[in-house]
């Protein structure tokens, strides 16, 4: 009797949280199942989260710090035990959450003798401390230490260079990776031709968020990426001549706007995604973690349904409007803008 190999849409994907905990502030692990997974498969979904987990979730740094009559990187402040070069390091150790876009001003105004903690950072609205005993310089007299900060948020990580240097002012290395490791394994079982397999997703983060918010927040990334796949335009490509035929032929922004502008319907800006238009690095997070992907999406919007979206402005609303008004001459509603 031959049995019926078990088609992959039939079949429920099941993922678990094994273990979890919390090894100090800044050093939390998490470890997770998934199943069950045809053969070979379990080594294609591993690489990809974890690729995903260490260089696509966004964190938060302290980039740049100033403090007045500081010559150099390595000189010292009289009444500071550390060097400037040390507390800079310090600095760049400092475990932050949060959800602003941008570049954001923070400082550091404390009178000796103490210690300098991370506590005694002064942030921006929507910003945490993860450790607030994190140590940054000790004060040995009773000296005022006033340090301005920029804190930004981003993804991978960014090396200081010297031109960077600027108004006194000193870039520090980011490292925005929330995610300090991740390791997949895979476990087989069954017999012959019929072997499934079980994957094995390990991730240890920096405290600014869980394990399990790591895991949602790559998969989350993995699917936007793969989103314009799904929505191809399902049109054929007539080439020219027979010199082209081995060539692949893309369809420029500029191309889609000239159609649009003969064809305004629904169909046609479904395909339009806002990662295209010219909008600035935050607007285009704000929209997107309101589920908003495409022209379409963005247009069955009002304009109060869009000032609700965390951190959006009314200055935001107005930039989009001139998008749209500038790239596809679109006749909007009064009650939409």
């Keep these: ?83 400037v070069h040390e507390i800079l390091m310090n600095l760049k150790e400092i475990v932050l959450r949060s959800n602003l876009y941008g570049i954001r ?67 520090l290395d980011a490292v925005f990776m929330p995610v300090r490791n991740a390791n997949h394994s895979i476990h087989s079982y069954g017999n012959g031709n019929e072997k499934q397999e079980i994957l094995f997703l390990e991730i240890w983060t920096n405290g600014s968020l869980t394990p399990k918010e790591a895991l949602n927040e790559a998969s989350r990334n993995l699917i936007d990426l793969f989103i314009p796949f799904l929505h191809m335009e399902k049109e054929n490509l007539h080439l020219e001549n027979n010199k082209h035929k081995d060539t692949l032929s893309f369809f420029t922004f500029k191309d889609k706007l000239n159609k649009l502008r003969k064809n305004k319907k629904e169909i046609a800006f479904q395909y339009i995604f806002i990662d295209q238009l010219e909008f600035t690095p935050r607007i285009y997070n704000c929209l997107k973690r309101s589920n908003i992907h495409t022209l379409l999406d963005l247009l069955n919007n009002s304009k109060e349904e869009l000032m609700k979206i965390e951190h959006f402005r009314i200055e935001d609303v107005k930039h989009i409007f001139d998008i749209l008004e500038k790239n596809f001459a679109i006749d909007l509603p009064k009650n939409q803008f």
């Design 1 to 83: 009797m031959v049995r019926d190999k078990i088609p992959v849409s039939t079949r429920t994907l099941q993922w678990k949280c094994v273990e979890s905990r919390a090894d100090s502030k800044r050093l939390y692990y998490g470890r997770f199942i998934l199943s069950p997974l045809l053969k070979g498969q379990a080594d294609t979904i591993g690489i990809a989260m974890r690729r995903a987990l260490l260089g696509e979730i966004e964190g938060t740094c302290i980039t740049r710090a100033k403090s007045e009559n500081i010559p150099h990187e390595y000189s010292t402040i009289v009444g500071v035990q550390e060097s």
């Design 105 to 171: 001003d923070a400082s550091i105004c404390v009178k000796g003798p103490g210690s300098v903690t991370a506590q005694d950072i002064i942030l921006p609205p929507y910003v945490e401390i993860v450790d607030n005993t994190q140590k940054i310089a000790n004060l040995t007299e009773p000296i005022d230490l006033c340090i301005e900060l920029k804190i930004e948020r981003n993804r991978g990580y960014r090396i200081k260079t010297p031109n960077q240097f600027q108004d006194g002012s000193y870039p």
